[in-house]
């Protein structure tokens, strides 16, 4: 089958004040194929797909769609060249119903037409599989079914060019093979699919070519099947992975005979079902679980970020009561949430003014920390966690979402925490920082910090947890250690365990 291009980006160059984020950068989409665009945060990924999307200005190069010449203004612009996107954060309306949000903004007008409407949204719900009802507000379906309807906006609107940035990240492994369905089905069409992804296993499943950037700079372009996975992430940091290989396996991780520094009898709150768990010193374990789990609504618990309604904790085999942040962070707990945007980050303040944060909760505000010594705090951590910013000044919404997250675990590093929760910490960042943050969490556990560490991904936690606490339907189902941490005993596991603690 001869092969045809569909989008060709030629020598494309965006600088910004002081960055020159593209740098006579390649791309080409051929019709019918899905596409992966790889690199690790600030690679440039985002800055191409702003440009062609209209949402950014390019400074040289051109653009070329079923071989025309094309420029592109606007986001409008690009949708009527066929060019459709979905973002990793949803950008539809949670106050309109679904079949208004497929449909805003399509010329006809969703409200004037409202029954024809819900009639052709319903139609395209059915036939895509997705779990909701066109009438239905959009803010009652959960994030994921969000995420499903966005992607049935773009694909209804007929385009030639489909950018998918980021649109499994809320998904469960169910609504994930639901998509790679559809987008199979979209490639058969002769939909060129742009595809970005942190997950590489999803890559190598559902892709045909990769194309790599690092630094603004293109790398090159492969087939799929003839680039191995390591080759790709070395391609991406720049460097050979033997230490990711080797991360975890130096030594037997062992926690026998070490003092218990947190523990939780019944534990419960208003999101999570009473449950027991305890964390030894220098101990690194995890909860691991699909989707809905109760992951995260546990750990939240712990910390006392949702109201806790009933339990017994211990810290150091005392009595203490947990109810809110600040009681926890007085006992030495730091929390990294799994929603950097909405509970980490306060975009519009600086790297400085967002690394003291806790610190300053803590002291209270009748004791400020001085100008001096916060800067000095800022320029250690941004020293110490590679943070890349132009200056401890900038305004962190600015930056990378590995660098958000870097400067969000600065934070907590900032307290001395003696037990420090890890929710989701590489979700949506790059390779290489996903592996220094493995790294920075078995050197605090070296030095006696304990840890609790989230992911989605079951290898990242085995190659960083000594203990798995697994998690089915709110409930924990199995606890494995040893040589029971392994991918397919987990997966056993939530899919056969029986919840051992029924609160």
């Not at 596409?35 to 690790?40: C, I, S, T, V």
């Not at 909701?132 to 969000?146: E, K, T």
């Not at 419960?268 to 030894?280: K, V």
């Amino acid at each position: 089958m001869q092969e045809v291009e569909l989008l060709q980006m030629r020598h494309i160059n965006k600088v910004f004040p002081g960055v020159k984020a593209l740098s006579d950068v390649d791309f080409t989409l051929r019709k019918g194929e899905i596409h992966a665009l790889m690199g690790e945060n600030g690679a440039g990924k985002s800055t191409l797909i702003k440009i062609l999307t209209g949402v950014y200005g390019m400074d040289g190069g051109e653009i070329t769609v079923e071989g025309m010449n094309v420029s592109i203004h606007s986001p409008q612009d690009a949708q009527n060249k066929g060019i459709s996107t979905v973002y990793q954060e949803i950008t539809l309306c949670p106050n309109l119903t679904v079949a208004e949000n497929m449909f805003i903004g399509r010329g006809e007008g969703a409200l004037v037409f409202h029954r024809d409407n819900e009639n052709r949204a319903n139609e395209i719900l059915k036939k895509l599989g997705i779990p909701a009802r066109a009438s239905q507000q959009l803010g009652s379906c959960s994030l994921a079914v969000q995420q499903m309807v966005a992607i049935a906006r773009a694909v209804d609107m007929e385009c030639k060019v489909l950018i998918l940035d980021e649109p499994t990240s809320s998904l469960d492994d169910k609504e994930v093979n639901m998509l790679f369905d559809l987008m199979r089905d979209l490639k058969k069409q002769g939909v060129g699919i742009i595809f970005v992804t942190h997950f590489l296993e999803q890559v190598y499943e559902v892709c045909d070519r990769i194309t790599v950037l690092r630094n603004g700079e293109l790398v090159g372009e492969y087939l799929t099947e003839e680039l191995p996975q390591v080759e790709l992430v070395a391609k991406m940091i720049g460097k050979e992975l033997d230490e990711l290989s080797n991360l975890g396996e130096t030594e037997e991780k062992k926690v026998e005979n070490k003092e218990i520094f947190y523990e939780a009898e019944s534990l419960s709150s208003n999101e999570a079902m009473p449950f027991d768990f305890c964390i030894h010193k220098g101990e690194v374990n995890g909860f691991t679980g699909l989707l809905g789990s109760g992951r995260s609504e546990s750990v939240r618990a712990i910390f006392g970020a949702d109201k806790v309604n009933g339990g017994n904790v211990k810290i150091k085999g005392e009595d203490v009561k947990i109810t809110k942040p600040i009681d926890a962070m007085k006992h030495g707990i730091g929390y990294l949430a799994e929603d950097r945007k909405r509970d980490g980050i306060i975009a519009e303040l600086s790297v400085r003014e967002n690394i003291i944060l806790a610190l300053q909760v803590m002291k209270g505000f009748f004791k400020p920390i001085s100008r001096s010594e916060a800067e000095a705090f800022a320029d250690e951590y941004i020293k110490v966690l590679n943070i890349k910013t132009a200056s401890r000044e900038t305004p962190v919404g600015s930056l990378s979402g590995g660098n958000q997250q870097k400067v969000i675990l600065a934070r907590w590093l900032l307290t001395h925490p003696d037990y420090l929760i890890l929710d989701e910490p590489t979700r949506g960042i790059d390779v290489g920082t996903k592996l220094e943050i493995q790294k920075l969490v078995l050197k605090l556990a070296e030095d006696g910090v304990s840890v609790t560490f989230i992911s989605s991904e079951v290898e990242e936690m085995l190659r960083t947890c000594s203990r798995l606490i697994v998690m089915r339907d709110r409930h924990i189902v199995g606890e494995l250690t040893g040589s029971d941490l392994n991918q397919a005993q987990v997966m056993k596991t939530i899919a056969g365990g029986e919840a051992v603690n029924e609160g």
